[in-house]
């Protein structure tokens, strides 16, 4: 699927923009992940027997369960988007600025470039209906160039949409270009 017919497939009332896995909530919860790790791993040093097989499991549940990069969605919650997702900007589907993505996104996918780094989202465009339900989302990764639904399929995107992406971002607020995922 490409850019186009992801946006030509929308039926949204308004989009929020999130900048995730940067800034200072997304610090303190690796901070609070990698302390509950650590704790675990001291745990299990000394586990005897039954213990360790309980240890070795919340160990490893940590693990599957704090992978903030690739766990996008909030769990069992319609309206909510993700953990450390901070909303930047809302917008009409009628606004000047969904327009410019609409005009963004609808450039023709010719040429492509793969990159050899696994994405990191860390800006994504979440789309409500009227009743304030989540109905899509388009996780954006603008260092690796790659866009996937929420359902984690690839949108296809020509190499030009992601600098036009990136100050679209940009102009609404958002910090993007820190690769560590801290706003500076």
């Known amino acids: 699927m490409t850019t186009a017919d992801y946006w ?7 989009l929020t923009t999130y900048s995730l896995l940067r800034g200072p909530k997304w610090v303190q919860m690796q901070a609070a992940i990698r302390q509950q790790i650590q704790e675990s791993r001291k745990l299990l040093l000394t586990a005897q027997g039954a213990q360790l097989l309980t240890a070795r499991r919340r ?8 992978n903030l990069d690739g766990n996008l969605l909030t769990e069992g919650l319609t309206e909510a988007y993700h953990l450390t ?8 589907c009628q606004s000047t600025k969904a327009r410019e993505l609409a005009a963004i996104l609808a450039q023709p996918s010719h040429e492509r470039q793969y990159l ?3 994405p990191v989202f860390r800006d994504a465009l979440a789309f409500y209906n009227a009743k304030h339900q989540l109905v899509a ?3 954006v990764c603008l260092q690796c160039e790659q866009l996937y639904n929420e359902a984690g ?4 995107a020509d190499t030009a949409v992601y600098p036009a992406l990136r ?14 995922g801290v706003n500076r």
């Not at 160990?59 to 704090?66: G, I, P, Q, S, V």
């Not at 997702?85 to 009409?92: D, F, G, I, K, W």
């Not at 399929?153 to 296809?156: D, F, N, R, V, W």
Request: aromatic letters at 10%; hydrophobic letters at 40%.
């Open 8 to 14: 030509n497939g929308l039926q949204f009332d308004y």
């Open 59 to 66: 160990l490893e549940l940590l693990h599957r369960k704090n």
């Open 85 to 92: 997702a901070s909303p930047v900007a809302t917008l009409s």
């Open 116 to 118: 050899m780094c696994a």
């Open 137 to 139: 989302v388009l996780n």
């Open 153 to 156: 399929t690839e949108i296809k």
């Open 167 to 180: 100050q679209w971002f940009e102009a609404l607020g958002h910090k993007v270009g820190d690769e560590y």
